[in-house]
């Protein structure tokens, strides 16, 4: 999943562990925003430029006891399979 276009759910969930933050976000309002063919780390770096523990790019990395932005995506509401459920 490289651009907004390649997501199939209905929202995008932002959620960042060591600020608590949450944000969820229509996919199609987010294409409207953004476009459908913007890259998903232009989109990343919009909705969490406002956390406090975000880092500039090529800045270094602090180390084992320093904060950083650990904001993560995930979808909800995609398409379901129809299948039966995998045993592996």
Known sequence: MERLCDVQA????VLCSPCG???SYGVERLRQR???QASMLDVYL???QTCRFQREAGSRTPNVY???CRAKLDTTGGPTSAGLP???
Do not use: I, N, P
Not at 10 to 13: D, G, I, T, Y
């Open 21 to 23: 933050r949450r944000g």
């Open 46 to 48: 919009t909705l969490t």
């Open 34 to 36: 953004f476009g459908a």
């Open 86 to 88: 995998s045993r592996t």
């Open 66 to 68: 320093g904060l950083t």
């Open 10 to 13: 209905k929202r995008l969930v």
